[in-house]
């Protein structure tokens, strides 16, 4: 059974510091690595996806892939209110199944 | 605008007692999906469709069905509902075959089954 790994939190951060959002997956040819952002009681939006080892940058959000270590982060920075919701973390080892975390629960406070 | 439509949003019903939830998308996704999402499991994939008339099982596939007659509808099919199917539903579609970097979802569909 494929695995993918999330702490639930939550996880408070102050306004303005760096969200640091973990993920680990247990299948080794997993190829394409995806991150949701779900407030509560809304559906799951799609924010960042990774193929490539290294880090991926999108505005204040950046995603890590460590394939070796079958680990792959989200990183926000100046993390703002705004930010607290559920962050979903999703994989894909190329066939047509995806399969999801349950989630980390993120919370900014001003 | 594009999107993703789900019906009906709230459903309330009995074991046993047929229903359909409908998904329908405006984009011209090729790839269609069907999720529940469970407090401590996470969303989980019921089935997906690659095209139309081309379904297949996701992870939890039991006591469900589909069908993907047009490309824009992909319904769900619940036969005879129990209540362990009582879940928030997703219907999700995106343009890339099986690559999901596109994937919009519909808003759901909260299902209670008595």
């Known amino acids: 059974q494929k695995e993918v790994e999330q702490n639930s939190g939550p996880l408070s951060v102050p306004e303005g510091a760096i969200a640091s959002l973990n993920c680990t997956y247990s299948d080794r040819g997993s190829q394409s690595f995806f991150w949701y952002r779900q407030y509560s009681g809304k559906s799951p939006e799609l924010i960042m996806f990774i193929y490539s080892n290294g880090d991926k940058e999108d505005g204040r959000f950046t995603a890590q892939l460590n394939k070796a270590s079958q680990y792959v982060s989200l990183l926000i920075r100046d993390s703002q209110p705004s930010d607290s919701a559920t962050y979903l973390c999703?994989?894909?080892?190329?066939?047509?199944?995806?399969?999801f975390g349950t989630g980390t629960r993120l919370q900014v406070f001003p | 605008e594009a999107q993703v439509t789900q019906n009906p949003r709230y459903l309330i019903t009995v074991t046993g007692k047929k229903l359909t939830v409908t998904c329908s998308q405006n984009m011209n996704h090729e790839y269609m999906s069907w999720y529940r999402q469970d407090p401590g499991l996470g969303l989980r994939q019921i089935y997906y469709s690659m095209n139309v008339e081309v379904t297949d099982k996701g992870d939890v596939p039991e006591g469900y069905k589909v069908s993907r007659k047009e490309k824009r509808n992909f319904p769900l099919i619940l036969e005879s509902p129990s209540p362990n199917q009582t879940s928030l539903y997703f219907c999700?579609?995106?343009?890339?075959?099986?690559?999901?970097?596109?994937?919009?979802f519909g808003p759901g569909t909260r299902l209670t089954v008595l």
């Open positions: 999700a579609s995106s343009s890339m075959g099986n690559s999901y970097n596109e994937q919009f």
């Open positions: 999703a994989v894909n080892d190329n066939t047509d199944k995806l399969i």
